[in-house]
């Protein structure tokens, strides 16, 4: 696949096609958080519940749209996301061909600049957004009707509501992000709070 062997997708497909969302989120070079949401959407409504044809069919767009898809990138995104053991395994398997021959690509938009970030696959697997999380934060002013619609539009699981909303909460001011985590505390979902800074 391009430049890139399949043997290099496959140790990602078979390691953390799971986290396929987020390695999207920094690989599809795109103008808007909502038009790589649609990405990763068709790519969903392709093959429904096929978590590793999905990764399959992500690196392929990916490929298709950036050119300059290297081994390297990919590498340098596995880490910024904690994949540290798949980034290994790739540069075990290829040594140092191809691993570190270009200038590293710069952190994505989208990974590592704000505190939601910092722990965003935790707070996507473990937040309960159906606790009432939604009502809160309309109550508090800090997403709207239309926010709320946008979240679960297309009928989205929990996960991806939990993407959405985190997409919309990285937009809003510091003190919607104190009123965010005084709905966790309302929630019950105090706990991950910590996972917020």
Request: charged share 30%.
């Amino acid at each position: 696949m391009g430049d890139i062997d399949q043997d290099v997708f496959d140790i990602v497909i078979n390691n953390s096609a799971a986290k396929w969302k987020e390695i999207a989120r920094c690989l599809l070079k795109k103008k808007s958080v909502t038009e790589i949401q649609n990405e990763i959407d068709d790519i969903e409504e392709k093959s429904p519940g096929k978590i590793k044809e999905q990764c399959q069919q992500m690196f392929q767009l990916w490929v298709q749209k950036d050119k300059n898809a290297t081994v390297t990138k990919l590498v340098d995104v596995l880490k910024k996301l904690g994949l540290n053991q798949t980034a290994y395994k790739i540069e075990e398997m290829r040594g140092d061909i191809d691993v570190g021959i270009d200038q590293p690509s710069p952190p994505c938009d989208q990974v590592g600049n704000h505190p939601l970030d910092r722990n965003r696959v935790a707070l996507v697997e473990k937040m309960i957004i159906t606790a009432g999380l939604l009502n809160y934060l309309r109550q508090d002013g800090v997403i709207t009707e239309q926010d709320v619609a946008q979240i679960k539009a297309g009928g989205a699981n929990e996960f991806t509501q939990n993407e959405r909303l985190l997409d919309l909460l990285k937009k809003r001011p510091p003190a919607d992000l104190k009123k965010f985590r005084e709905a966790l505390t309302e929630t019950n979902q105090e706990h991950l709070i910590k996972l917020t800074k």
